[in-house]
């Protein structure tokens, strides 16, 4: 077998609205619109400097089966580009643009450029560089949007041989792969359905989180090309695959998002004003911005890009009170401000939340004449003599059930203690809405 290297991309989604983010602001409106394609043009860069031999689209390379003229064009530029640099394109469509619907404009699209028809599995022979046969390519497209049979059981069950003997097998395919949550169950299959196929890798697309679902073979998903919400957050981009002579497969991820989304969390518990809370969440925005373009140098993730993020407050603090609902739209209008949408890169806090408490004074309270205090006195006996729980009538079942009893058997005697020490934080942060100034409020 001949080594060859090839990129396995999915879910482009081109022309992608990104629908909710107008209200916020219509330039950055315009420069998420603009990200998919910029992303796209990262991914022509990445298969030209990597030199690899073809590129994988799994499914969804438009946003809708309705694909905008602008979203058909950049996808023939992209085509043309990796035709000129001698890279072959294999795609197969999915719910979001099926082959068969939608607005398709007469473009001339590069012989290089192949799209899998659907109905029936089909396969393609791929070429290196050099026209030397390297890989048998099988894939099938969605005829429909709404696609619910089993398009993985289509494939052949090709036959077993040693690797030497035979070209690189790869299965292309938009799918759910053991009804993964979270995403809509089309052309749904298992794991077992792949494997039965014989193939070497299965280039999946549909499911926006990347992931390995197996080894020897590969079964991948590589995730989405461009973040699209809070729903889709971290770095986004492709797997760079290389296949030895002996065809064995390596696998590289590149990240080539032009905007990522992040969660970031920060605790107020050693703020002791608003000046330290406002400087606070500048600098967490200013320092996502610079993790967001930190990749280590790696080819294909060298390139800046911009940051949209959620911060959550959280933790026990005396700022509780300045970040109650009607006060935390101020502070992002004011964090805004200070982070416009500028530049060739940007950061925009997308929203600030709040899940902090009120300041407690916890040994005040476990010394006080009330409910809380003596649950944190019992808290403390039992903590000092942990075998004790087992005879606890509140936890006796938990040692009684034939899974959870087996783990807590096991535990080391610092796991219970640590168990112990959190489940006494929940029940401070549960009760803590009846706290102030250390004590309980009087319910009669």
């Not at 991309?9 to 909710?20: E, I, Q, Y």
């Not at 330039?27 to 910029?38: F, M, T, V």
């Not at 026209?131 to 993985?152: D, F, K, P, T, V």
């Not at 938990?398 to 929940?426: D, M, N, Q």
Request: charged share 25%.
């Amino acid at each position: 077998m001949r080594p060859f290297r090839f990129i396995h991309a999915a879910d482009l989604h081109l022309g992608s609205p990104f629908a909710g983010v107008g209200a916020q602001s219509s330039l950055l409106r315009e420069r998420l619109r603009e990200a998919g394609y910029r992303a796209l043009d990262r991914l022509v860069e990445l298969a030209i400097a990597e030199q690899v031999d073809f590129v994988l689209a799994a499914g969804d390379l438009f946003d809708s089966e309705d694909r905008s003229l602008k979203a058909q064009l950049r996808m023939q530029k992209a085509a043309s580009q990796l035709d000129e640099a001698g890279i072959r394109l294999y795609a197969v469509h999915g719910n979001h643009d099926p082959i068969s619907a939608g607005y398709r404009a007469k473009l001339e699209l590069p012989e290089t450029m192949h799209a899998y028809p659907a109905g029936d599995v089909s396969m393609q022979v791929a070429l290196n560089r050099s026209g030397e046969r390297i890989a048998e390519i099988y894939g099938i497209s969605y005829a429909q949007q709404h696609e619910r049979a089993n398009l993985a059981a289509r494939f052949p069950a090709l036959p077993m041989q040693e690797t030497h003997s035979r070209l690189f097998r790869i299965g292309l395919l938009h799918a759910n792969v053991d009804n993964q949550q979270g995403s809509t169950p089309y052309a749904p299959c298992t794991k077992q359905d792949l494997l039965r196929a014989n193939m070497d890798y299965w280039a999946l697309g549909h499911i926006h989180l990347r992931q390995v679902l197996h080894r020897a073979p590969w079964i991948v998903y590589p995730g989405n090309l461009q973040g699209r919400s809070m729903k889709e957050t971290g770095a986004k981009g492709v797997y760079v695959v290389d296949v030895s002579e002996a065809g064995e497969a390596s696998l590289r991820f590149c990240a080539l998002e032009e905007v990522r989304w992040e969660v970031k969390r920060l605790s107020i518990s050693e703020l002791e004003d608003e000046q330290q809370l406002l400087e606070s969440m500048s600098a967490l925005l200013d320092e996502t911005l610079a993790e967001s373009s930190d990749n280590g140098g790696r080819m294909g993730d060298s390139a800046m890009r911009s940051a949209i993020v959620r911060i959550i407050l959280e933790g026990r603090g005396s700022l509780h009170e300045a970040l109650q609902s009607d006060r935390l739209a101020d502070w992002q209008a004011v964090l805004r401000e200070e982070h416009p949408v500028a530049g060739e890169t940007f950061v925009w806090l997308e929203s600030l939340r709040s899940e902090t408490l009120p300041a407690v004074d916890l040994e005040q309270l476990r010394q006080s004449d009330s409910f809380l205090g003596e649950l944190l006195r019992a808290s403390a006996r039992m903590k000092s003599d942990l075998p004790s729980l087992r005879a606890w009538q509140p936890t006796e079942l938990l040692w009684a059930h034939p899974r959870i009893g087996k783990l807590l058997e096991e535990a080391e005697l610092s796991e219970l203690k640590a168990w112990a020490e959190e489940a006494e934080r929940l029940l401070i942060d549960w009760l803590g809405d009846t706290i102030a100034a250390g004590r309980e409020y009087d319910e009669n």
